[in-house]
């Protein structure tokens, strides 16, 4: 994202930006960041968790100074179940404190704290008593509601639930002006929660786009030991990597570096990407089992039995033989809690045709995994059934296509065959990449439609666009009347 000599909103010319969370794993707040220096002149702090390292291009602003605050310690599985509802108030409330510090006393008085919902609890209040105490005004970016979030762990008719959700309502509407990602959660916090909010979709920034073959190259030169290290003794992508000399940089899975040229190999897998948080939101048996059904479908179209060799199969994949349909390599990314749970499952697989690697990706390097691949699938669900799934937004920036879980508003974002497809069941997915990926890899119409829409949509939709016409007048209207 460039620096553009704009006009400074504000008398103090300084923003804060607020995430209870891991500044890393929170894209849209990095935009936000970027934004603010580069698209309205403000000098801009960050007030966030480390963990993860964002975007290098955050961290080499000039004008944008992050403070990481310390993280809670995780509450061990040993602690007696009488005291787990005195941590789930011990929590906030250190949470509270810790945060109000940073807010009041580690950094300058901003024109405006601009602060991410969820989580609702203690970040509103926290930030709703320092920007009255520092007079500043109070900006909510809602990406999802917290309660509802809550309510997956504890259940919809939880005390705790309930309290959560009166805080964030009415904290919500005490802020001076509110961002949301659809228009669905627009109309839902107009008519219930009487806050006003401004749609600012999601877009990818300037470093989301397709790949060029010499940063695919070398991309897979770089990952290519994560690729060879299979989930059981042997599967057909580890197979197929011994017997191309992976220690040559001249040749990949993917490429092939002759002379002064790189090309894709025909016979190639399909890279396949997820990315999932690892949660209860996102069901993955999903994607495990549509994977399943396609390696057994495969089998069944060629005549292959059960109890056929697999590796004579590979072997003459590595030999050059190509099939009507690939092998399916998923690349999973991403961090979470059900993480070990899904590894343990995929090991118990018995795959001929498809492969799972699971990998945590530098901020500079998953752009590039994206725009190197050949299909996103998204497993979203939402909470609450009206925000979206920024990790979608990222795939079309890349050039990808995606086959995303359906629910109430996802088509604000995935246009039917367009841009994508939507699917219901593992039956469905399987379904759809038995589909896209017949005669792959320059055989695949469907595929190659998809791609064409996506990059037509990529095209004209950019974060940097979207803020000015949306993020910055809403901006400078609040901070304005904040110093009437």
């Given at each position: 994202?460039?620096?553009?000599?704009?006009?400074?909103?504000?008398?103090?010319?300084?923003?804060?930006?607020?995430?209870?969370?891991?500044?890393?794993?929170?894209?849209?707040?990095?935009?936000?960041?970027?934004?603010?220096?580069?698209?309205?002149?403000?000098?801009?702090?960050?007030?966030?968790?480390?963990?993860?390292?964002?975007?290098?291009?955050?961290?080499?602003?000039?004008?944008?100074?992050?403070?990481?605050?310390?993280?809670?310690?995780?509450?061990?599985?040993?602690?007696?179940?009488?005291?787990?509802?005195?941590?789930?108030?011990?929590?906030?409330?250190?949470?509270?404190?810790?945060?109000?510090?940073?807010?009041?006393?580690?950094?300058?008085?901003?024109?405006?704290?601009?602060?991410?919902?969820?989580?609702?609890?203690?970040?509103?209040?926290?930030?709703?008593?320092?920007?009255?105490?520092?007079?500043?005004?109070?900006?909510?970016?809602?990406?999802?509601?917290?309660?509802?979030?809550?309510?997956?762990?504890?259940?919809?008719?939880?005390?705790?639930?309930?309290?959560?959700?009166?805080?964030?309502?009415?904290?919500?509407?005490?802020?001076?002006?509110?961002?949301?990602?659809?228009?669905?959660?627009?109309?839902?916090?107009?008519?219930?929660?009487?806050?006003?909010?401004?749609?600012?979709?999601?877009?990818?920034?300037?470093?989301?786009?397709?790949?060029?073959?010499?940063?695919?190259?070398?991309?897979?030169?770089?990952?290519?030991?994560?690729?060879?290290?299979?989930?059981?003794?042997?599967?057909?992508?580890?197979?197929?990597?011994?017997?191309?000399?992976?220690?040559?940089?001249?040749?990949?899975?993917?490429?092939?570096?002759?002379?002064?040229?790189?090309?894709?190999?025909?016979?190639?897998?399909?890279?396949?990407?997820?990315?999932?948080?690892?949660?209860?939101?996102?069901?993955?048996?999903i994607l495990l089992e549509a994977a399943l059904m396609y390696d057994r479908r495969v089998a069944g179209l060629l005549n292959e039995d059960d109890v056929s060799d697999e590796e004579i199969l590979w072997n003459e994949i590595c030999n050059g033989k190509q099939f009507l349909y690939p092998r399916l390599l998923f690349i999973i990314t991403g961090k979470g809690p059900e993480k070990d749970k899904y590894e343990q499952k995929i090991r118990k697989l018995k795959l001929k045709r498809v492969a799972f690697r699971t990998m945590w990706l530098t901020a500079e390097d998953y752009p590039l995994l994206l725009g190197s691949a050949d299909l996103g699938v998204c497993l979203h669900t939402s909470s609450s059934g009206l925000d979206l799934p920024m990790k979608v937004v990222d795939m079309f920036g890349c050039g990808l296509p995606v086959c995303a879980v359906s629910y109430s508003c996802i088509e604000e974002l995935v246009e039917i065959n367009r841009t994508g497809l939507l699917f219901s069941s593992s039956s469905e997915l399987a379904d759809q990449l038995m589909m896209l990926f017949k005669g792959f890899p320059h055989e695949c119409d469907a595929l190659s439609s998809l791609r064409e829409g996506v990059l037509a949509k990529a095209s004209s939709a950019k974060w940097v666009t979207g803020w000015d016409e949306n993020a910055k007048p809403l901006l400078s209207e609040v901070i304005s009347q904040n110093f009437s």
């Open positions: 994202m460039s620096d553009k000599n704009e006009t400074k909103i504000g008398r103090r010319g300084r923003a804060a930006v607020v995430v209870l969370g891991d500044i890393g794993r929170s894209p849209r707040m990095q935009y936000h960041a970027l934004s603010l220096a580069c698209q309205a002149g403000l000098e801009v702090d960050i007030v966030a968790y480390g963990g993860s390292e964002p975007h290098a291009a955050l961290l080499q602003h000039q004008s944008i100074h992050l403070h990481r605050m310390t993280q809670w310690p995780s509450v061990p599985q040993s602690l007696p179940k009488i005291l787990r509802p005195f941590m789930l108030v011990l929590k906030p409330l250190v949470q509270f404190l810790v945060l109000l510090y940073y807010l009041c006393f580690k950094i300058p008085a901003p024109d405006v704290f601009l602060v991410q919902n969820p989580p609702s609890v203690p970040t509103l209040v926290a930030v709703k008593w320092a920007s009255c105490l520092r007079h500043s005004a109070f900006v909510v970016d809602w990406h999802n509601f917290g309660y509802t979030l809550l309510s997956l762990t504890l259940g919809r008719g939880s005390s705790f639930v309930t309290i959560y959700r009166w805080i964030e309502k009415h904290y919500g509407r005490m802020a001076s002006g509110a961002f949301c990602v659809t228009k669905a959660m627009q109309h839902e916090l107009d008519q219930n929660w009487g806050i006003k909010a401004t749609v600012l979709y999601d877009q990818p920034p300037e470093f989301f786009r397709p790949a060029s073959i010499e940063e695919k190259h070398e991309l897979f030169c770089r990952i290519s030991e994560s690729l060879s290290q299979p989930f059981g003794i042997q599967d057909c992508i580890s197979y197929g990597m011994s017997g191309t000399g992976e220690s040559d940089p001249n040749s990949t899975l993917f490429t092939i570096h002759t002379g002064t040229n790189i090309i894709m190999k025909q016979n190639r897998p399909a890279i396949i990407v997820s990315s999932t948080s690892w949660t209860p939101d996102e069901d993955f048996s």
